[in-house]
């Protein structure tokens, strides 16, 4: 607000402000055309007056104007006014005929001019005309002329000298000597009168002020169009040829009409700015006079509920603005677009007599509230969703915490059932190896440990549902669909198998035991909902079978002497990705489906030809195996042991079983669990 408040002081708003409401005031005059008073003649010495033989000379002999005087006067003009200032002595003999005509015609308004004594600058003394003694009334004619742009838009009507005399504009002086002669009273030595938002002419005639208390009145200009004639105008050669005077009267009447006298032609130059177009000096006056006569008022609109309007816009939009959903931010702006833009200004302009102080405040503070509310509102955002980032990273992953925080994402608190990749890690043997650490030993070690997974978890951009001690429960996907799912899952499981040989390396200088953690991974379908006690505690979490078999399948590490075991599932998606061994086909507790589990050894490309040369001997035992062949089966297992490969003692012991007591002639080779 303040940012607007500062630019509507400044010039460039100013001028806009001046072009806008000149449109606006164009399109009201051709829309609402304004009456001209039929009370109103001018009289021009125009370019045909300046070529006639008879005149011959600018400015004319002063007894030249006698004629003119004399016929209007014979006419019965109400008022003649001169837009001439006569002050200084030409020809006696001229003169004395000017004289006499004036005084004759007895309705002969003569100007006169303000100006400073020459002794003394700061005095504001009165130049009267010559005539003064013999003209019905004087006035003065400077113009209120805009600093800015050079514009007439008003005029003051009366002005006082440094002593105090008051004196009656030109317009003004007419109107009242008009009005004198009408009513047949006395309004031209009456004293001035403001009252308010008004100027009084006379007693009983009101005139709205441009503003409150402003001592000025706004002229509505009609244009005067040479091809439709609107204004009652005639030239002045044609008045003081009495012979075409005489017949000018056959179809037009002076009887009680204004007549103004003074230049239009172009050469002379006495010429001014209105609104939008270029007009001689005389009808700026005769403009003036009609919006009286006519009553077509002008004023500008209350610049303190103008004010209060502008601001009730910036907060409209900046309210508005502030709202998440597109359907209100787009209703909202149209809206106040409308009606702040188009249906106010032209009701104002169209309906009414008031002119807009800022109309190109309007547009400005409307687009300054909108750039200014989604700046700030970018802003604030934008450092609210860091702080929430941060926070939020403490849980999910970077990722998962931009895709929350996106505009796209719609949180969804209900169940759900997807297919997803499950994650579950422990330390082996943990709870011996807790035992050793004192209380503050345990945390600071659960905390390094904890933290480093964690990190290698988020950076694979997964979902920590929850820790258990040392264990890790993790989810991927959850929230969105994503094909990578279940390599993002192996990669992690990898990483944190790298990681804990490093972190063995430093346990060890510690004089901690090796550190070892078992891996279990699934993927498949699972029911993601919000577990909660409404308003108190909520937990998001995933359930159903493949979770119960991701944590069985890090449970079977410990029978296979493995430490990443992954399902069917994971293999059949990433088996072009990562290598894997096979290890078996079993059955967890309490289900009777059996699945294959493999044994994540590394990523394809990368992993050494020892490993290959194991997996290719233990897949081969295990072939025979399943074929019923033990003894050959355990040749190779027992070859296995001097590998450093434990995945073989399992097996080693069912061959001995076996070979003493042959299973079964159904039997499958599935493994069924016992435990959980």
């Known amino acids: 607000m303040l940012l607007v408040v500062l630019l509507s002081k400044t010039e460039i708003l100013y001028f806009q402000d001046k072009k806008i409401q000149n449109a606006l005031y164009w399109i009201k005059n051709n829309i609402n055309t304004n009456k001209i008073s039929d009370d109103i003649i001018i009289i021009e010495i125009d370019n045909k007056t300046l070529e006639d033989w008879r005149l011959w000379r600018f400015p004319f002999d002063r007894k030249d104007y006698a004629p003119v005087i004399n016929s209007l006067k014979e006419a019965w003009a109400a008022i003649i006014a001169f837009d001439i200032i006569f002050t200084e002595h030409t020809s006696t003999w001229s003169d004395l005929i000017l004289s006499n005509s004036i005084k004759n015609a007895w309705n002969v308004i003569i100007g006169s001019y303000f100006t400073h004594d020459k002794n003394n600058p700061d005095v504001k003394i009165f130049k009267k005309s010559l005539f003064n003694d013999v003209i019905l009334t004087t006035w003065f004619f400077t113009p209120k002329i805009d600093a800015l742009n050079h514009v007439v838009y008003s005029l003051y009507p009366f002005g006082s000298t440094t002593k105090g005399k008051v004196y009656n504009h030109f ?23 403001i009252d308010n938002n008004f100027y009084y002419l006379t007693p009983d005639k009101e005139i709205p002020l441009a503003r ?25 050669i044609d008045i003081y040829d009495k012979w075409k005077f005489e017949t000018i009267k056959e179809y037009s009447s002076f009887k009680d009409k204004i007549v103004i006298i003074w230049t239009s032609a172009q050469w002379i130059k006495d010429i001014f700015y209105t609104p939008n177009w270029i007009e001689p000096w005389v009808y700026v006056h005769a403009n003036m006079i009609n919006t009286i006569l006519t009553k077509n008022y002008l004023q500008y609109f209350d610049k303190n509920l103008e004010y209060i309007l502008l601001f009730l816009l910036i907060l409209l939009s900046v309210y508005f ?29 169209l309906k009414t007599y008031l002119v807009l102080n800022f ?14 509310s989604n700046t700030v509102k970018y802003l604030i955002e934008n450092k609210n969703k860091a702080k929430l980032n941060k926070a939020l990273s403490e849980y999910v992953s970077v990722d998962v915490a931009k895709e929350i925080l996106s505009w796209e994402w719609k949180l969804n608190l209900d169940w759900e059932n997807k297919k997803i990749a499950i994650f579950f890690s422990d330390i082996e043997w943990f709870t011996s190896i807790s035992e050793k650490f004192s209380p503050e030993e345990l945390v ?15 950076d694979e951009k997964w979902f920590i549902n929850k820790y258990e001690w040392d264990a890790i429960m993790a989810l991927w996907w959850v929230f969105w669909d994503d094909e990578d799912k279940s390599k993002n899952i192996c990669l992690s499981a990898l990483k944190q198998q790298e990681k804990l040989k490093e972190l063995n390396k430093i346990w060890s200088k510690r004089g901690f035991s090796e550190i070892k953690a078992r891996i279990g991974m699934h993927l498949g379908e699972a029911i993601i909902w919000n577990i909660w006690s409404e308003w108190r505690k909520m937990e ?12 069985r399948l890090e449970w079977v590490n410990k029978f296979y002497w493995t430490y990443v075991c992954a399902s069917e599932d994971i293999y059949d998606k990433e088996k072009e990705n990562f290598e894997f061994r096979y290890l078996d086909k079993i059955k967890v507790k309490w289900k009777e489906i059996p699945v294959k589990i493999y ?59 076996y070979i003493k007591n042959p299973p079964w002639d159904d039997w499958n080779g599935v493994a069924t669990m016992t435990w959980k």
């Open 540 to 551: 998001f979490t995933a359930l159903w079978d493949s979770v119960n078999l991701a944590s």
């Open 444 to 458: 600071w070690f659960l905390r390094e440990y904890l933290s480093d997974m964690s990190d290698i978890i988020m």
């Open 171 to 193: 317009s003004i002086s007419i109107l009242k000597a008009y009005y004198s002669f009408i009513y047949n009273k006395n309004f031209i030595n009456l004293p001035q009168k």
């Open 599 to 657: 044994e994540l050894l590394w990523i394809k490309w990368e992993v050494s030809s020892d490993k290959l040369e194991i997996k290719e001997l233990f897949e081969k035992a295990v072939t025979l195996y399943l074929n019923r062949e033990f003894i050959k089966a355990r040749t190779i297992f027992r070859k296995l042991i001097k590998m450093w490969d434990n995945a073989w003692k399992m097996y080693l012991d069912m061959c001995e079983i």
């Open 212 to 236: 409150k208390w402003s001592k000025e009145l706004l002229i509505n200009y009609v244009k005067n169009d040479a091809f439709i004639k609107n204004w009652n105008v005639f030239s002045f």
């Open 359 to 372: 109309p190109i405040e309007l547009l400005v503070w409307l687009v300054l509230s909108l750039a200014m």
């Open 321 to 349: 603005n502030f709202s998440r959903s597109w359907i209100i931010l787009l209703a909202s702006n149209i809206s106040i677009i409308v009606i702040f833009l188009l249906i106010f200004p032209f009701v104002v302009i």
